[in-house]
């Protein structure tokens, strides 16, 4: 008599709430394209971002460097794969930011209504909420 033992498998599938995943893919990518906007104009030192710069008394090479970091920045946050590099993008936009923010406190360069203050601190607050709403394939 022959006996058939069969073997349980469990398959581990990820459940992502599609309102979730519609607001992650929202905030994220708006961030991405304003922190890719952002580092184009600082490439092509267009708008303000000369005045800034030199109020702040930052060298205007910086805006290159700042430049290059937020398009790459951008890019790695839309493109798939890479858990461990989107990590440190959102860190650096984190500290590119809220850096920007102080900068500009220190200086008491506040802009039109703490324009200048609020801006960088509310392009944290996207980075921050994209963090967090990440999908499992996108975290470590």
């Known amino acids: ?15 992502h709430p599609r309102g979730k995943m519609i607001a992650y893919w929202s905030v994220t990518l708006l961030l991405a394209a304003a922190v890719m906007l952002s580092g184009i104009g600082q490439l092509m030192k267009y708008g303000g971002n000369l005045e800034l710069v030199t109020n702040l008394g930052y060298p205007l090479y910086v805006l290159t460097i700042l430049g290059i970091w937020k398009v790459l920045g951008a890019i790695a946050l839309v493109m798939p794969g890479f858990p461990r590099l989107k990590e440190w993008v959102h860190t650096g936009i984190f500290f590119l930011m809220t850096g920007a923010a102080l900068s500009h406190t220190f200086a008491n360069d506040y802009g039109t209504y703490g324009f200048y203050i609020i801006l960088p601190l509310s ?9 967090a709403l990440r999908p499992m394939s996108r975290k470590l």
């Open 123 to 131: 392009y944290a607050a996207l980075n921050i909420a994209s963090w």
């Open 1 to 15: 008599m022959s006996k058939i033992i069969g073997a349980e498998t469990t398959v581990k599938v990820e459940t």
